[in-house]
Nanobody, 119 residues
Framework: VQLQASGGGLVRAGGSLRLSCAAS????????MGWYRQAPGRQRELVADITSGGSRKYVDSVKGRFTISRDNAQRTIYLQMHTLMPEDTAVYYC??????????????WGQGTLVTVSS
């Protein structure tokens, strides 16, 4: 199983982008999914995650601006980003816990998509 992220790009401050990340094939079930980001010279941080039941968590810096959502049937996760700021510039990585069978779960990472916000 691979996670394929898309939707990054260059945007002006105040603009919007929507990131998507889809699993390459079917799995038994999908657990928690999330988005992380890593800016140059900084550690990777959790941006937002969403459980299989739909509970969401956001890092304080994106609350009110970003929305995470998921489509379990399509094994896809989204990150809608509004009011982007230069400090949101980073490589964004999707992450997911997939159950390959009822007893085996494994964590997967996408390849990363670059978001650049110009001032």
């Amino acid at each position: 199983v691979q996670l394929q992220a898309s939707g990054g790009g260059l945007v002006r401050a105040g603009g919007s982008l929507r990131l998507s990340c889809a699993a390459s094939k079917s799995v038994f079930s999908v657990g928690k999914m999330g988005w992380y980001r890593q800016a140059p010279g900084r550690q990777r941080e959790l941006v937002a995650d969403i459980t299989s039941g739909g509970s969401r968590k956001y890092v304080d810096s994106v609350k009110g601006r970003f929305t995470i959502s998921r489509d379990n049937a399509q094994r896809t996760i989204y990150l809608q980003m509004h009011t982007l700021m230069p400090e949101d510039t980073a490589v964004y990585y999707c992450n997911a816990d997939f159950y390959l069978d009822p007893w085996t779960d494994k964590e997967y990472w996408g390849q990363g998509t670059l978001v650049t916000v110009s001032s």
